[in-house]
């Protein structure tokens, strides 16, 4: 609940720190406005930690440079088209940007830069009202002119313009909108979720990079299930990310299984929990939240309806991550990530088998191999794949997993499980066997690799004598 006492106090204190008093002197000494606008305003009312401190001015890019060089440590002018610059003040990253006056094309997202001469009309054109209010330093004046503080009390989102301009000018508000909520916990005006749903379409003239980023920050956040709820309900998540919503599988009276959909968000949900349980106070995993939300994209294309009334499957993990490689290209994600997630997804089913009947130490090497640097979200991921209501059954499959990690530590401390390496180097093979570099080097060593996983550590000795058996059956 927001005490505007507390909150106004924060605003105080968020005013005399020393990157912001340092600000407004040097702002206040060339004649110019200057306030703290948007995020950090919003933050502070609420009691939450701010990361970024952005500022608004009547000052063009060129004074805002000259006003900032001589109290910051960097300053860097790659936003200066948009009337934007960035310094580093007190130890702080900042940006301070000219008053605002933009207006969109509508064919891109791109705005067409236009400076404003006011606050008040600069606060207008943001996205939402809680994100429109500012703090005049060094007056400390909270300047609110769409009601950010009556919605901040309200819990709820809403445009400061009417929603099909506010969304109009800018698809990628409507993503925003599901981000804050998210992040927030609010509710989203009925009249601005309306229309979401009416131009889900305009969100095709917006980047797939942008769009990626909005994405990003909404699945970092403490609870992404509560905004993506809402890009599915409004029909945007099927604009860039379609695997999602295909997930609500229809049930008839024959043929029954799990919903896939709520499944889906189910993992997301118990994932995030192990993440922070595994790893408190770390960032927020990203790439194990996708591949939580993804993995099981793969079912909608593998259902089979059997004769008796069961449904399988078959291969959706092969298949889902398949599809995600090429969603995550389309959405412009590194490699690193897509490849993250694929891997994960795949993976994903291969525990049960573990979970039918204990596996050999060998079986036990090639899931840690095949895993690589994967490995502990696979953990994560794997837990958190049990949705079951069966409690026996949840038990059951948790003490099996419980298992395979206590395996996989033995022998990880027995035989340096994380190398995962034949015991005979490329160059000692050649030596052995007598050859140049080559294809046959290369087949040398899958068969020392799978010797190594097969029976573990068997010492140089034994490996060369089968090395040279191998090589002399061949």
């Known amino acids: 609940m927001l005490n505007m006492a507390e909150g106004i106090a924060r605003l105080g204190a968020l005013a005399e720190s020393r990157v912001v008093s340092t600000l407004a002197d040097a702002f206040a000494a060339a004649g110019r406005d200057l306030a703290v606008v948007g995020g950090p305003v919003r933050d502070a009312l609420l009691g939450r930690t701010t990361n970024d401190l952005d500022f608004t001015t009547d000052a063009r890019p060129d004074e805002i440079l000259a006003i900032v060089t001589p109290i910051s440590s960097v300053q860097w002018d790659v936003g200066r088209a948009f009337g934007t610059i960035g310094a580093k003040v007190a130890g702080e990253q900042v940006e301070i940007t000219t008053y605002r006056a933009d207006s969109y094309d ?66 990628l508000r409507m993503l925003r909108a599901a981000r804050f909520a998210a992040q927030l916990g609010f509710e989203v005006a009925s ?25 990003v920050r909404l699945l970092a956040s403490d609870d992404p299930v509560r905004g993506i709820r809402m890009l599915v309900e409004t029909g945007l998540m099927e604009e860039f990310l379609p ?26 949900r118990q994932a995030i929990e192990l993440e922070h349980a595994r790893h408190p106070g770390a960032a ?11 993995h099981d994209i793969g079912k909608p294309a593998t259902r089979r309806l059997e004769s008796g009334g069961g449904v399988t499957f078959y291969h959706h993990d092969v298949k889902g991550a398949r599809m995600a490689r090429k969603r995550l290209n389309a959405l412009r994600f590194d490699a690193a990530t897509t490849t993250a997630v694929t891997r994960l997804i795949e993976l994903h089913l291969r525990f049960f ?46 003490s099996a997993y419980d298992d395979i990690e206590r395996r996989i530590d033995e022998l990880a401390e027995a035989e340096e499980l994380g190398a995962m390496r034949p015991e005979l180097d490329g160059n000692r093979i050649q030596e ?43």
């Open 284 to 294: 927020p995993d990203v790439p194990l939240r996708i591949a939580a939300l993804l």
């Open 432 to 474: 052995v066997l007598g050859i140049s570099p080559g294809r046959e080097v290369g087949e040398a060593y899958r068969f020392l690799l799978d010797l190594r996983l097969d029976e573990g550590i068997v010492g140089e000795e034994e490996a060369e004598r089968r090395l040279l058996a191998w090589w002399a059956s061949r």
């Open 243 to 268: 695997e999602v919503p295909a997930l609500r599988l229809e049930v008839d009276e024959h043929h029954h299984h799990k919903d896939v959909y709520e499944h889906s968000l189910t993992v997301l």
């Open 191 to 215: 009249d601005t979720v309306a229309a979401m749903a009416r131009l889900r379409s305009s969100l095709s003239i917006v980047s797939p990079e942008r769009v990626q980023g909005e994405l």
């Open 106 to 171: 509508g064919v891109t997202r791109k705005p067409t830069v236009e400076f404003g001469d006011t606050l008040e009309g600069d606060l207008v054109r943001r996205d939402f009202t809680v994100n429109a209010m500012a703090l005049r330093v060094p007056a400390k004046t909270l300047v609110d002119p769409t009601g950010g503080v009556e919605d901040l009390l309200a819990r709820t989102l809403r445009t400061p313009a009417d929603p099909e301009v506010s969304f109009g000018d800018d698809p």
């Open 353 to 398: 088998g573990y979970a039918e009947g204990a596996w050999t130490d060998s079986a036990v090497r090639r899931y840690v191999r095949d895993a690589g640097d994967e490995l502990e979200r696979l953990h994560i991921l794997t837990r958190a794949d049990v949705t079951t209501r069966n409690a026996r059954k949840a038990r059951r499959l948790a």
